[in-house]
């Protein structure tokens, strides 16, 4: 199946500060999608992206499709221990029915 | 309103014993999804089922997993003969429709099941 490689695997950031991960595919997807799960929760959606090259915030989320198709990052800015959980994201290709996660970034934010 | 629900929470099952998950969607939600989550890592794709329409089955990892639904409403995945790798979170999600669009998945909180 596809394979998407998130990375970091796991941040340990001081409250306040910004934070990045991103994901990398070998295939081209039409939608990145991003999720937050908090422990013993499902995944909650946070941004979706649908055009190459599409750059969207929510509050202090910001996440942007590659232009190549191939890419996204997730930026948080200003971070706050609201913000630990594990961060995941995920794409559509072809097949409407079918998304493919990343393996996840466990974000730790220090007071 | 209520979100998608799932039950049990909690399972624990000895091997070789055959057990089943129970996904509520939201109410008028013709897209379910069930996914696999070991632990430490993303999603894993098992079933899609949109409306009366034959159910996507490509992800399922053997032929001990099955997976039914009702029209639009309950789903039920069985897993037959259970395996200690079948340890993991199993999670539901359901959205409007599915097909020419992507709609928001909304996720339950999943079926922790550990297999001894």
């Known amino acids: 199946g596809q394979q998407l490689n998130q990375s970091p695997q796991s941040m340990f950031i001081q409250e306040g500060e910004d934070v990045s991960m991103n994901c990398t595919s070998s295939?081209?997807?039409?939608?990145w999608l991003w999720y937050k799960q908090d422990p013993g929760e499902g995944p909650v959606l946070l941004i979706a992206?649908?055009?190459?090259?599409e750059l969207t915030s929510n509050g202090r989320l910001t996440a942007q499709f590659g232009i190549t198709r191939k890419d996204s990052f997730l930026n948080i800015s200003a971070s706050i221990p609201s913000d630990v959980g594990i961060y995941f994201c995920a794409g559509q290709s072809g097949n409407f029915n079918k998304f493919y996660f990343g393996s996840g970034t466990k974000l730790n934010v220090k007071p | 309103g209520a979100g998608v629900s799932q039950s049990p929470s909690n399972k624990v099952t000895e091997k070789g014993k055959d057990v089943e998950l129970r996904c509520d969607p939201i109410s008028g939600h013709t897209a379910l999804y069930w996914y696999r989550q070991r632990l430490g890592q993303g999603l894993e794709f098992l079933i899609y089922?949109?409306?009366?329409?034959?159910?996507?089955k490509s992800g399922l990892p053997s032929d001990r997993f099955s997976a039914e639904r009702t029209g639009e409403s309950v789903s039920t995945l069985t897993i037959q003969r259970t395996q200690q790798e079948d340890s993991a979170v199993y999670l539901c999600?359901?959205?409007?429709?599915?097909?020419?669009?992507?709609?928001?998945?909304?996720f339950g909180p999943g079926t922790r099941l550990l297999v001894l």
């Open positions: 089922f949109q409306g009366n329409s034959a159910p996507d």
């Open positions: 295939s081209i997807f039409n939608t």
């Open positions: 999600a359901s959205s409007k429709t599915s097909g020419a669009s992507l709609e928001t998945q909304y």
């Open positions: 992206l649908y055009k190459a090259g």
